[in-house]
């Protein structure tokens, strides 16, 4: 409980730092939510903002199939008496025909087979989940003439390994190397489509490397929950390349910010736009700031670059973001790290539980042999 009301905290104290317009505040309140995906990483944090948005009249509707962690146990939802929690799938036509009967507004898409390792390992259900599921949303969103339709994309899914940083959106590549960003870049041109065919106000919002609490760690989990997760056990972290690469790490609540946004201003409709830090942190750097903090000693291993992965850098734009929806992160690198860290700390029990590390070797590095 203690750790749930100290999360709601988090969110309530970025609220307010935002500032946000009375009139997105007015357009907010009420109103019924469906949030796919609401108990993963970015959705859980999602659900806290909007729940204190609508408030006590409206309604948070999670659909979640729980699947990114170990354990059948919700417990990444924080429990506020106004979201309603529903295990299910989105391929699943009376799951959907469940939450869609509570007549939500808007739809925050954000669920999602993640990502990209899990679909080179299992290309169909990536498919399934990405492309099957995004098309009967956009599908019941349609029929019940939703007034927003807002879709989780992924930058690593549009520009592919484009070398001209900062990353903007007028460029699209048509190299991508794992199904994951295939099918994610998919559901961006689904959302298009939906919008010119049957006006569906779609927006489509490019997220950068996430991070902060909420994120359990994984075999298909992202570097920052891992290495927090291996650091705090007293283990080695391995880097798969040289450890010059760099990723565009945004903090969970910047993310959660641009979605607000892109739910409620109309600049926003049938466009796409990048949410990150717009910094480069490179791995290394990343992981001896992790091992410094949490007093690693088992220090840094190197192992071969995954194939999929051809990424050397990661730096995003976010010049449109901010000129559609007024998008700004606030948060800046170490204190995100270091509130992720706490999270962990405060929640280590759970998230050793969660944790989904099948015996043997890994996926995070299984084909990577050691580089002495
Ligand atoms: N985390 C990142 O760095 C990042 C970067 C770019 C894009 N994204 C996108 O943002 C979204 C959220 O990312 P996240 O990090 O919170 O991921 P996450 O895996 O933590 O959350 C996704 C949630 O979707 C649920 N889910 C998976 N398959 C489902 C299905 N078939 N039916 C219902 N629920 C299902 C999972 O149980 C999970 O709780 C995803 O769409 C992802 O592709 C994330």
């Keep these: 409980m203690k750790q749930q009301i100290k999360r709601i905290k988090l969110v309530v104290e970025y609220l307010d730092k935002l500032n946000l317009e009375d009139k997105l505040i007015s357009f907010y309140l009420d109103k019924t939510i469906l949030v796919t995906g609401g108990a993963g990483a970015i959705g859980s944090n999602l659900i806290i903002a909007l729940s204190k948005l609508v408030g006590e009249k409206g309604k948070i509707i999670v659909l979640d ?7 059948n146990d919700p417990w990444n939802i924080t429990p506020l008496a106004n979201i309603m929690f529903v295990k299910g799938d989105v391929r699943n036509e009376i799951d959907l025909k469940r939450v869609f009967n509570e007549s939500p507004s808007i739809i925050f898409h954000l669920a999602a087979f993640f990502a990209n390792q899990n679909s080179v390992d299992y290309p169909e259900e990536s ?7 995004i098309t009967k949303l956009l599908e019941y969103s349609k029929f019940l003439k939703a007034e927003r ?11 592919g390994s484009y070398p001209k940083m900062p990353l903007k959106e007028d460029f699209i590549s048509m190299h991508l190397t794992t199904p994951y960003q295939i099918n994610k870049m998919t559901g961006e041109m689904y959302c298009n489509y939906y919008n010119h065919m049957y006006d569906l106000k779609t927006v489509n919002c490019r997220f950068f490397n996430s991070y902060g609490p909420g994120e359990s760690p994984g075999q298909y989990r992202n570097v920052i929950p891992n290495f927090l997760y291996w650091a705090m056990k007293g283990l080695p972290l391995p880097i798969t390349g040289t450890g010059e690469e760099t990723r565009d790490f945004t903090y969970v609540l910047d993310l959660v910010q641009g979605l607000i946004k892109a739910g409620f201003y109309e600049n926003a409709i049938g466009e796409n736009f990048n949410l990150a830090a717009g910094k480069e942190i490179q791995i290394i750097e990343l992981a001896q700031i992790i091992n410094t903090i949490v007093d690693n000693e088992a220090k840094i291993v190197f192992k071969q670059r995954r194939k999929w992965d051809t990424k050397p850098r990661l730096l995003a734009s976010i010049e449109k973001a901010e000129k559609l929806v007024g998008y700004k992160p606030l948060v800046d690198f170490k204190e995100g790290l270091l509130t992720n860290i706490e999270w962990f700390r405060d929640n280590w029990e759970m998230i050793e539980k969660s944790a989904d ?11 990577a042999k050691e580089i002495i």
């Design 357 to 367: 590390f099948p015996p043997g070797i890994s996926s995070a590095v299984r084909d």
């Design 65 to 71: 199939n729980l699947s990114a962690i170990k354990i």
């Design 127 to 133: 498919a399934e989940v990405d492309v099957l599921g």
């Design 149 to 159: 339709f807002v879709y989780a994309s992924s930058g690593c899914a549009i520009y």
